[in-house]
């Protein structure tokens, strides 16, 4: 008999978006299943934050079918489609500027039981733990992304909406973020990452859907990457 | 200009101060969450004093107890309700349609309504105002306070407001639900992204606001006389206020309405014809030195 397919965290059908009058999204399919990584590539404005927005319900309209751990969510609240087990860390982190460290690592509510608790939290980020009390946009980018990244974990989310995280850090940083999404790999989170820096997520993406004019242009499995890279360079205008 | 007269008229000062800091708080948490700049809030305060007026002298009659008067500490926490209430109502059915738009829009609408309910009582009530008859009598009298002797009951107006002032400020600054609100002034969309239904939020505390403003309404209501012109009296004032501390800054409306009162106070020995003015004033300083105000972060 074969092995059945990881259910489904994630699928949109012929999902589109606008932005007042601007039309972003203009049929979106993918699917994402559990402990799976797919990223979202593609030049600037090409509609990938747009793609992870709209599955929050963060756009001006919205139409097609959104479907989160099987539940239908266009017509959702955003707040309501959160707390099916979405975490999401958006582009620039989101970091509160008037809320302290801890606060901003506790803001988040917890959407499913099984998160981190937060003294597991601070010995994965020992800089957080120090900086607890400083306000949150007074620590350095690097420290911002890893409390973007730690707030989500806290709340018991499965499913990662990760938006340009190692944008504008230092090597060493993406280095260790990089070693972060591979363990939440390990441990079976299933991840949608926005990501500019293919080579970061090269390594670590079950597959590649790679984003034009609000469409997908191509699909890449893992395994096809070697052989797509002319293509993909292509794509992304390297 | 003697000690006692100064220190007299501070403390008189001081009590206008409280209602100045209660009424300019309720417009910072408002105007932090919702951009909206509350020109009702003026007629609500007013409102929350003629729930305690009314309760006290029309409710038993109109419900079929003729001897029933509201007593001033069910008022207390009657009017807050009943405003709140009508409040969230207000933030529903109006100020929900007009939160994308410019900052104006919500202060010509509010200033509407400022003007239907002070049209509608002052048709009911004219505007020569009435006493309020119902201050428990614990508060007839008053203490020696060395310099004066001080209405016991405006000794308990200046502590519960302070203790509601402060006590609202620990919530925002110190608790969970307070970075909530924080957190929503900062970046509601990223908020709710987290779970958080903002705008259930929104409505109560706008809800809260100005149910602060009542508050203050009723417990003015022994001290000045209830008419329907007692909030738009205040209001500009207000404001002044609010921009001085800063807009949308907590502690800067509570600590700017206290000075402020107790300059007014101070004014009035120095020179009193300039009491009704110095805050304004003091507003046009700020406004060229620190446009932010003095608490407010500079854009």
């Known amino acids: 008999m074969p092995e059945a397919e990881p259910r489904e965290m994630l699928r949109t059908r012929g999902l589109q978006a606008w932005y007042g009058e601007s039309h972003i999204l203009h049929g979106i399919d993918l699917v994402v299943r559990e402990g799976e990584v797919v990223t979202l590539l593609g030049r600037n404005g090409a509609g990938r934050t747009t793609i992870l927005k709209a599955i929050l319900g963060m756009v001006g309209r919205r139409s097609g079918s959104i479907e989160v751990d099987g539940v239908e969510t266009v017509g959702m609240p955003t707040h309501r489609i959160a707390r099916l087990g979405i975490g999401y860390c958006p582009e620039e982190r989101g970091i509160f500027s008037n809320l302290t460290v801890e606060e901003n690592l506790l803001l988040p509510r917890e959407v499913r039981a099984g998160g981190l608790p937060l003294e597991e939290i601070y010995a994965m980020f020992p800089n957080l733990l120090e900086r607890r009390g400083s306000l949150g946009t007074r620590i350095s980018g690097g420290e911002q992304q890893m409390l973007a990244m730690a707030r989500i974990l806290r709340t018991g989310a499965r499913l990662l909406l990760l938006d340009e995280i190692t944008e504008g850090l230092a090597p060493v940083i993406v280095q260790s973020l990089h070693g972060l999404i591979g363990k939440l790999k390990a441990k079976g989170f299933t991840i949608v990452l926005v990501e500019q820096n293919f080579h970061f997520a090269a390594n670590l993406a079950d597959r590649h859907y790679v984003i034009e004019r609000g469409m997908i242009a191509d699909m890449i499995p893992c395994e096809d990457l070697v052989a797509s890279t002319g293509k993909l360079n292509q794509y992304l205008g390297v | ?299």
């Open chain 2, 1 to 299: 200009m003697s000690f006692q007269a100064v220190m007299s008229q501070v403390m008189l000062g001081l009590n206008n101060g409280v209602f100045y800091a209660m009424l300019s708080l309720g417009l910072a948490v408002i105007f932090g969450l919702l951009n909206i700049v509350n020109f009702v809030h003026g007629a609500l305060y007013m409102l929350g004093a003629y729930v305690a007026l009314l309760g006290f002298t029309r409710l038993g009659p109109l419900v079929g107890l003729p001897d029933y008067q509201m007593n001033f500490w069910v008022a207390l926490v009657a009017a807050p309700l009943v405003v709140g209430a009508l409040g969230m109502a207000i933030e529903r059915t109006m100020l929900r349609r007009i939160r994308k738009f410019d900052h104006l829009y919500g202060l010509l609408l509010t200033f509407g309504l400022a003007l239907i309910l002070q049209g509608v009582f002052t048709n009911y009530f004219n505007v020569s105002g009435d006493p309020y008859e119902g201050k428990p009598e614990i508060f007839n009298g008053a203490v020696n306070l060395g310099f004066m002797f001080f209405p016991k009951y405006r000794i308990f107006a200046i502590l519960a407001s302070l203790a509601v002032c402060f006590a609202t400020w620990f919530v925002i600054e110190r608790t969970k639900l307070g970075s909530y609100l924080r957190a929503g002034t900062e970046n509601p969309e990223l908020v709710k992204a987290f779970g958080v239904n903002v705008p259930l939020m929104i409505t109560l505390t706008y809800g809260f606001g100005v149910g602060l403003a009542a508050l203050a309404g009723v417990l003015a209501a022994p001290i000045y006389s209830v008419s329907p012109v007692m909030g738009s009296e205040m209001i500009i004032t207000v404001f002044a206020v609010v921009v001085i501390g800063g807009m949308g800054s907590i502690m800067g409306s509570i600590v700017t309405g206290l000075l402020l009162g107790m300059v007014e106070g101070f004014t009035k020995v120095v020179y009193a014809p300039a009491s009704s003015t110095v805050i304004f004033l003091i507003m046009v300083i700020v406004l060229l030195v620190k446009p932010a105000g003095l608490f407010g972060k500079e854009a």
